[in-house]
Nanobody, 128 residues
Framework: QVQLLESGGGSVQAGGSLRLACTAS????????ITWFRQSPTKEREAVSI???????KYVDSVKGRVTTYLDIGKKSVYLQMSGLRAEDTAMYYC??????????????????????WGQGTQVTVSS
């Protein structure tokens, strides 16, 4: 059974940095898309970074240049390194997975409803 657990959220001032971790169990990373989503009370859930099973990430335009996502297979974790945080980055951040086989970020760029494995989320609050 695949399980995802997020950690690393917190409260920071604008301009600060955070590194979120998505630690997975029961997963073979080459067979899953791993995507970081976020959701705030005023917005729909949106993808932030998409990691294809080929290991190549994609980012949404609103975070490009400020976010890096990468996989540490030894730690069974996908990280979301965020810098230059803004008040509009305030949200609950979730990692999610969907099974695939050697798929690209373009394939993994699917709506949240397509993802069937979710973590519980970690809150990021950015104060201006």
């Amino acid at each position: 059974q695949v399980q995802l657990l997020e950690s690393g959220g917190g409260s920071v001032q604008a301009g600060g940095s955070l590194r979120l971790a998505c630690t997975a169990s029961g997963i073979t990373f080459s067979r899953y898309c791993i995507t970081w989503f976020r959701q705030s009370p005023t917005k729909e859930r949106e993808a932030v970074s998409i990691l294809g099973s080929n290991g190549l990430p994609k980012y949404v335009d609103s975070v490009k240049g400020r976010v890096t996502t990468y996989l540490d297979i030894g730690k069974k974790s996908v990280y979301l390194q965020m810098s230059g945080l803004r008040a509009e980055d305030t949200a609950m951040y979730y990692c999610a997975a969907i099974a695939c086989t050697y798929c690209s970020g373009d394939y993994c760029a699917r709506p949240a409803a397509h993802y069937n494995i979710w973590g519980q989320g970690t809150q990021v609050t950015v104060s201006s």
